[in-house]
């Protein structure tokens, strides 16, 4: 792991939490994440996977839920960080009156196989640079979203000592560091000088296994390391906004289970749309239309084979009768998401409740089939060989979508309100209609081709009458006269060209109603159309969804300009949440965000269309 040397100036930081959301970095093994504060405080982390029960829990509550802080013992030091390259091993230089040292924290990326999936590690690597830096470790694990303290006993593994976790499934082991039981935690201190290092690595395994054997440090991260460089040196790319797309595309497949090829939406849960608001959601799981979003990004960019690990997900997790399909399923297809609210975490800065689980599971999102669709179509086009089941999914899925073809559905937003004839969802059906026409005429399969022909001219035409309001606008939903953020989305799956002039009467209705600070909101919550409580803070995706339509529709200098605005909200290591507080200046919502970054990968992609 090589030292930092171009790095922002330094921040004097201190210890507590939780940290504002966006002083969070990643870390990610591709199978779970862990988010690490400025001052150098891991404040969340799910083992074994993305959408298990948390084992550090402070971002949702304080240090009493779980935490693991590492920083120097001088209350004065200051501290820069930045990603290893193309990487997830995070490199936090410590500058103190006696030296300065870094932090190497890392989750290891462990080679493919069923041992590899029976542990977690989490590296910590204290490097010393210059003179001599005392850093203090201040342990605390409380399994099960902070419902279970566990059971702690020191061990010797050989000649070292060990400290050992357990409670019910789940156990941890601490190795390379000395620590002791300090007021419910265990804490400890290490020193090094020029050229030294200190390795303490946190393993989970499950409680019913021995202890896994200690990982080879130096092997693990130098593995990890190539792997990322490996994956970010195969990105095809262009010049816009260049270092912002391949970030993005980094946290895409970071975002991606390594073993399942499930997407899931972001690596947290509960953190508030509205500061101190209820509006706090689990997105710790794999939403086909997030997925598939994803999807067309990755394969834009040359990673085919993602398409293909995703396609075989997809198949294992609606198997059988397409009518019982989910719009968001567990990283493993899971179907039993039941959302319910946690006392044991307080929440973000009290906003409660917090939520596991998410309650979308059980709704009807009438868009979903058509962005599965339009991704897979775009993964054909792009190369992809049909296997033995792919097409005949594709057509059972457009068989489901002509059962409920006249059905109101919560749409792309997931409103817990009264069902609508959203004006973007009937778009989406268009469009898996559309696809599975062209996959027949185009591309040779077999298919019910003028039924879907028809179903689709009928769509066609029921939007041209029922989707335009008064202003020559498309609308929200059928009736209505809002406008959504979503109808940005209708040229880019070929319903209408970017200059219609219906799609440049939305632009204008939306530049008029849903912007705010220069940033776009997804719709007008005081219209009620949600049915919930309170506000929400401009939604990144959409200011990103604006650009592309910008871009596409010849305003390229208002798509630069927008696309730089965006891009300047990005973190010191360039992550995103989902929304963004502009009155406070900070990030809001879950975070990294797959959807906010997926959506910046491509706004760039069609500037620079453009601009050629």
């Known amino acids: 792991m090589a030292p930092v040397d171009d790095a922002p100036a330094p921040t004097a930081v201190g210890a507590g939490g939780p940290a504002d959301i966006q002083d969070y970095a990643l870390l990610s093994d591709c ?30 509550g304080t240090e009493e839920q779980g935490s693991w802080q590492l920083r120097p013992t001088d209350a004065a030091a200051t501290a820069t960080r930045a990603y290893d390259r193309d990487t997830f091993t995070l490199v936090t230089r410590w500058t103190t009156a006696t030296g300065v040292a870094e932090v190497h924290d890392l989750l290891p990326v462990t080679e493919r196989h069923p041992a590899a999936e029976a542990r977690v590690d989490l590296v910590r690597r204290v490097v010393g640079v210059s003179g001599t830096v005392t850093f203090t470790h201040r342990l605390r694990m409380r399994f099960d979203y902070a419902r279970a303290v566990p059971w702690v006993r020191q061990h010797r593994g050989g000649a070292a000592r060990e400290l050992i976790a357990i409670a019910g499934p789940d156990a941890l082991v601490l190795r390379g560091v000395a620590l002791d039981p300090v007021d419910h935690a265990h804490a400890g201190e290490v020193t ?44 095809q790319t262009r010049e816009v906004h260049r270092a912002e797309v391949v970030r993005s595309l980094l946290v895409l497949r970071a975002l991606t289970h390594r073993d399942t090829g499930g997407i899931v939406a972001a690596a947290t849960t509960s953190l508030p749309e509205q500061f101190g608001g209820s509006r706090n959601w ?86 979903v089939i058509g962005e599965v669709l339009v991704a897979l179509h775009a993964a054909r086009d792009a190369g992809l060989k049909e296997s033995d089941f792919s097409w005949p999914l594709e057509r059972a899925l457009l068989t489901h979508a002509l059962e409920r073809i006249d059905e109101p559905d919560q749409g792309i937003w ?31 399969l077999g298919g019910p081709v003028e039924l879907w022909e028809q179903v689709r001219e009928r769509l066609r035409a029921e ?56 940033l776009v909101h997804r719709y007008r919550t005081a219209s009620g159309v949600d049915g919930l409580e309170g506000t929400e803070n401009p939604f990144l995706a959409c200011s990103l969804w604006l650009v592309e339509q910008y871009a596409a529709s010849g305003r390229t200098g208002d798509a630069r300009e927008l696309l730089d605005r965006v891009c300047a909200l990005a973190n010191d290591v360039g992550l995103l949440s989902e929304e963004y507080d502009t009155q406070h200046r900070r990030h809001a919502g879950n975070t990294p965000q797959a959807l906010s970054h997926l959506a910046l990968v491509g706004a760039a992609d069609a500037l620079q269309r453009a601009l050629a």
């Open 31 to 60: 199978r779970t994440a862990a988010l690490v504060s400025r001052s150098g405080s891991i404040d969340w982390l799910c083992v074994p996977r993305f959408d298990s029960p948390s084992v550090f829990g402070a971002l949702l």
């Open 192 to 235: 090094v000088a020029a050229g030294e290092t200190s390795d303490a690595v946190l393993t989970w395994y499950p409680s019913h296994h021995e202890p896994p054997a200690p990982l080879d440090v130096d092997h693990a991260a130098g593995h990890t390391a190539r792997w990322w460089q490996r994956w970010a040196d195969r990105i």
């Open 282 to 367: 689990d997105y710790r799981f794999v939403w086909l239309r997030d997925a598939a979003l994803t999807l067309q990004a990755l394969v834009a960019h040359g990673f085919l084979h993602v398409a293909d690990h995703w396609r075989s997900w997809l198949l294992r997790a609606i198997a059988g009768d397409p009518s019982q399909m989910q719009i968001v399923y567990g990283v493993g297809g899971e179907r039993d998401l039941f959302e319910r609210e946690l006392t044991s975490l307080p929440g973000y800065r009290g906003a409660a409740p917090v939520r596991v689980g998410n309650g979308a599971a059980g709704q009807y999102q009438a868009d």
């Open 414 to 444: 997931e409103i817990r309100g009264e069902p609508r004839l959203f004006t973007h969802s009937r778009v989406m059906m268009w469009a898996a209609f559309d696809r599975g026409v062209r996959a027949v005429r185009e591309s040779g």
């Open 463 to 518: 939007i041209d009458a029922q989707g335009v309001g008064a202003g020559g606008h498309f609308t929200q939903s059928y009736g209505s006269d809002e406008v959504d953020a979503a109808l940005l989305l209708i040229p880019r799956v070929g319903f209408c060209a970017p200059d219609d002039p219906r799609m440049l009467a939305t632009v204008a209705a939306v530049e008029r109603t849903l912007i705010r600070d220069g």
